[in-house]
């Protein structure tokens, strides 16, 4: 995974967290099948190109050339499609591995509607926006009311693809 940009995941403290205290009492069988049905959960959260190129990579084992010949793109296509498959995903299970793993993973922090202390009113007003509306005056509550210098529309959308999905 390091040759995708992905830090290292750092253990969190050296005692366990109350999920983790659980996580340890579970039996593997039932422990695997909570992974299975946590992944499955993020894989089904991918955009449908995302979504078919991990199932036939990683659930069928195809190589690349047979997802190629299958989806009829080209390997760089495929490889940015990995790429950000992984990062989404990353992204979803981040919750999961820190409550039952207490390993704690680093996110990047470029989205500036992430890192708002006030995020879930920041998401809420977006929610609301209606299609047929313009975006100048979101843009003008989020810097009003929240503080947030953001002057380009796509990184308004930017969060909306890859964190609200």
């Known amino acids: 995974m390091a040759g995708y940009g992905f830090k ?3 253990r969190l403290r050296k ?11 579970e039996k593997p069988n039932s422990r695997r099948e909570i992974i299975r049905r946590e992944v499955r959960e993020a894989v089904a959260k991918l955009a449908y190109h995302q979504r078919e190129f991990i199932e036939c990579f990683y659930f069928m084992g195809e190589t690349y050339e ?3 010949r299958r ?8 490889e940015r499609i990995h790429h950000q498959a992984l990062e989404r995903l990353r992204f979803l299970l981040a919750d999961f591995v820190e409550a039952h793993f207490g390993i704690k993973v680093e996110r990047p922090h470029r989205c500036p509607i992430c890192n708002h202390p006030k995020k879930d009113e920041i998401e809420e007003i977006l929610e609301r926006k209606k299609p047929e509306e313009s975006w100048r005056p979101t843009l003008e ?3 009003t009311e929240f503080g947030l210098e953001i002057t ?3 990184t308004v959308i930017a969060h909306l693809r890859k964190h609200m999905q």
């Open 152 to 154: 380009a529309v796509q």
């Open 141 to 143: 509550i989020l810097r």
């Open 8 to 10: 290292r995941a750092v």
């Open 15 to 25: 005692t366990p967290t109350p999920k983790a205290r659980f996580w340890s009492q």
């Open 71 to 78: 989806l009829g793109k080209e390997r760089y296509k495929l």
């Open 66 to 68: 047979q997802i190629e």
